[in-house]
């Protein structure tokens, strides 16, 4: 039978209390979506055996249950067992887990553990998915005429587990027929702005599906054609999307934004500093998230204080005092000075007031300098964020790494601001 919908359990204490923040519950979303599931409900209850079988008795015949967390080896993990209860069959140890698991422990030297036995019990009708990260199994079956999904909650191992399990899904005919899709990523437009870029496109084939979401680097935006549709109507389509964002698309596919900054510096094999004043340092740690990033980036200086700016990337002290440190004479000499210093190809420079406070008439929080350091020529733009701090934070490294992005794929001569970015106007 062709599963059609698909509701979401996910299982913490922590989840309620606010110490930690669902992730998961997203991230199944976006891959069952992928998969032709629409997912009709999701939630989050307690690490408690009670609460997870009336949560899953609220489930209906027929749907894909996905539950996450509760599958490690503490005494608060309590999914394996909840599960078994709520469907009625037994919980037995899996012999082929209990082998991967002493090859586990004697792969990584260390003795067995207390209670780690646990992860190797599979309620009856499930079968294991070896976790690629981590030692919780996936587990997926047929019970009480529900497809049933098990994934630990760790963000690392759910997700390592989750492109698995949809192929074991697929291989059983569990899935539907999906059809074509393509997704583009874009960052520094507002999303009503893509819309609106996007409404010919619309117009002329109102049969497609369109979606939009905000991500941490911008705006993406998918379209879909229902299966055995016309798939040279979709590919026309796409290509008018491709014509209407240009540019301003990062990405057509998964790509992060940093990945695909690396990509285009090694492609061309040039270098690249920061100077972050605002960030702290984030700009460098997203660059460094993506492995292989020592060939094409040489490190930064977090110049949080004047003094920093002053001595280690070399901003004339007078244009400090004349400018403040939030002004595109300050980012453009920074940007400037960390090129230089490091001997680098390119060098991004960031300065801003992320707020909640700091802000003036002049300069109102969220007002934030970006500039880029070429061979030839120093970049400066001014934006105006409007979030709070950690969002303010996080697009300007979009806006940055992105800015960075739109040169390496023109030239050293061309300004990577264009007139239709929203985040930053053109003055």
């Not at 027929?62 to 067992?81: A, K």
């Not at 780690?116 to 997926?140: K, T, Y």
């Not at 084939?205 to 879909?224: F, K, M, N, Y």
């Not at 549709?229 to 491709?242: K, L, M, T």
Request: aromatic share 4%.
């Amino acid at each position: 039978m062709t599963i059609s919908r698909a509701r979401i359990i996910a299982v913490g204490d922590e989840l309620l209390e606010g110490r930690t923040v669902d992730t998961n519950s997203g991230c199944v979303q976006r891959a069952l979506a992928g998969a032709g599931i629409p997912v009709v409900g999701v939630e989050v209850v307690p690490d408690d055996s009670d609460a997870i079988g009336l949560a899953l008795s609220r489930t209906v015949t027929g749907e894909l249950v996905v539950l996450t967390g509760g599958l490690g080896s503490t005494p608060d993990d309590l999914t394996r067992e909840a599960v078994a209860t709520w469907a009625g069959v037994d919980l037995a140890e899996d012999s082929t887990l209990r082998r991967r698991m002493t090859e586990r422990w004697q792969r990584r030297g260390v003795s067995r553990r207390a209670g780690v036995e646990r992860q190797c019990q599979v309620p009856a009708g499930c079968e294991a998915v070896e976790n690629p990260v981590g030692s919780a199994p996936g587990l997926v079956g047929r019970l009480a005429e529900r497809t049933v999904v098990l994934l630990p909650g760790v963000p690392a191992e759910m997700e390592s587990l989750l492109p698995l399990v949809v192929a074991l899904l697929r291989g059983k005919d569990l899935l539907p027929e999906v059809g074509p899709q393509r997704l583009w990523r874009t960052a520094q437009v507002a999303e009503l702005a893509l819309v609106e870029r996007c409404a010919a496109v619309r117009s002329a084939h109102p049969d497609l599906h369109w979606s939009w979401w905000l991500t941490e680097w911008g705006c993406d935006v998918r379209l879909a054609m229902n299966a055995g549709g016309d798939e040279s109507v979709f590919d026309q389509a796409a290509a008018d999307v491709d014509e209407a964002l240009g540019r301003v698309a990062y990405s057509r596919g998964d790509e992060t934004l940093p990945a695909a900054v690396q990509r285009l510096l090694l492609a061309a094999g040039r270098t690249l500093s920061v100077a972050e004043s605002c960030t702290g340092g984030l700009i460098a740690a997203r660059l460094t998230d993506t492995p292989g990033a020592s060939a094409c980036f040489s490190g930064g200086v977090v110049s949080y204080a004047d003094r920093i700016k002053v001595e280690y990337l070399d901003v004339p002290a007078e244009v400090l005092e004349s400018h403040g440190a939030v002004s595109e004479e300050v980012a453009t000499a920074m940007a400037a000075g960390c090129r230089r210093r490091l001997a680098t190809d390119y060098a991004l420079a960031v300065s801003g007031i992320s707020g909640p406070d700091g802000g003036t008439a002049d300069k109102p929080v969220g007002t934030t300098w970006v500039a880029l350091a070429t061979p030839t020529v120093v970049f400066a733009r001014r934006y105006r964020f409007t979030a709070d701090r950690p969002r303010n934070r996080l697009l300007t490294v979009a806006a940055a790494l992105d800015s960075l992005r739109r040169l390496l794929e023109t030239d050293d001569s061309i300004s990577p601001w264009y007139p239709g970015d929203t985040w930053s106007r053109l003055r």
